[in-house]
Structure formats: C-alpha cells, structure tokens
C-alpha cells in the first residue's frame, strides 16, 4: 500500500485534485469529511466541542453551528489549537480504520488540508502539495463566498506556502485551467503508481 498525504492551503484546488485522483482508482481519505463526520450530533466529538466552546457553536438544528464556530477559532491561534486538540484524534482513528479494511496494493491519498501544520509528513510514503500562489488562492476563496478578511484569515492560520513546498515530494502546480490540471493529476497519478508497484 502506498500512502500519499495530500496537502495544499486553501484556494490551492487539492479537493480538484482529490477528485480527479479518486476517479484515477486511488481511494481518497478526505480529512475534513471525516472531521465533519465525528463531530455530529451524539458522538463524543461534538459532545467535547460543546464542552469547550459554548452552547452558542449549536445551530437551532441541533448541530455545529460551523460559522459561529469558524468565527471563533480563525485569528485565535490558542482557540484553534484548542478544537485541533478535539477532532484531529478523532479524524486520525477514523482514517486507520478505513485503511485497514483496503487491498493491500491500494493507492490511499489522505486528503489532508493542515498535514504540514501539524507535522505529520512522516505519516505518509509521498507527500503531495497542490500548489498556486497566494493571490490566486485568495480569489479562489472570495469566489466562494467568504469575505477578503475571512479569506486572509484563513490563509495566515494554515502554513505559509514556502513551508509546503518545503515538506512536499511532489507539487502538482495548479495555476491555471482544468485541462492543465488533469494533465497534471495523470502524470502523478502514473508517478504513484509506478510507485506502489
């Protein structure tokens, strides 16, 4: 089994990219599906987050009000850290027991988006990062409707990119259209498994 985390800031297109290798036959781990997944209602997850944030981070739903939540944490360094220290145990026991249960010559990508901040590049037999430079992101993530000043903010609470680019094995570069793109995931997708060969 090769296992590739892959990592990219905000508004860099790893989720294109997951996408796109999923498609390919890699089964895709995507961590924040699983950090939305163990913190639904009735889990400890979301049990533990009501415990250190506050009824207010409860929508009238009855779930994680994620904005409110977002609001909280994002700026606040000790804040994020805080719901880090909650759902990234969670998120990582999860992820083993998908693992487990794949062939043994699978191509697992680990979508990762905080794999740099959170030093876990050893975890991984590969480590990609989606890369584009940061005024591309920044509009990416304005198209989507986050406001310039929670954009920014999200941005200067994940790595800087040069840190990326430090931990990665690979960069998949993703400046410009989607036919560039998939040429791109196909060369690393032939990259990967040449090496789980």
């Known amino acids: 089994m090769l296992r590739v ?20 036959g890699a089964l895709v781990i995507d961590a924040d599906r ?4 163990v913190v639904e209602p009735g889990t400890e997850g979301f049990a533990a987050v009501v415990e250190g944030f506050g009824d207010e981070v409860v929508g009238l739903d009855g779930r994680l009000d994620r904005a409110a939540l977002a609001a909280r944490v994002f700026g606040d ?6 719901l880090n220290r909650i759902v990234h145990p969670l998120v990582a026991a999860r992820a083993a027991e998908l ?15 905080l794999l740099v901040e959170n030093g876990l590049e050893a975890d991984y037999d590969v480590v990609v990062v989606v890369d584009a430079p940061d005024d591309l992101r920044l509009r990416r993530v304005v198209a989507r409707g986050l406001t310039e000043a929670d954009a920014r903010a999200r941005m200067a609470a994940q790595a800087s990119r040069e840190a990326r680019l430090a931990a990665a094995d690979i960069v998949v570069e993703n400046d410009g ?5 998939d040429t791109r995931v196909a060369e690393l997708w032939a990259r990967l498994e040449a090496a789980a060969g």
């Open 5 to 24: 985390g892959l990592t990219g800031g905000i508004g860099s297109g790893k989720s294109e990219v997951a996408r796109r290798l999923a498609a390919l």
């Open 99 to 113: 693992v487990a249960a794949v062939p043994p010559d699978s191509v697992v990508v680990h979508d990762v988006p």
């Open 34 to 37: 699983l950090a939305r997944d």
């Open 177 to 181: 259209d989607l036919a560039a793109l």
């Open 77 to 82: 360094p000790e804040q994020l850290a805080r």
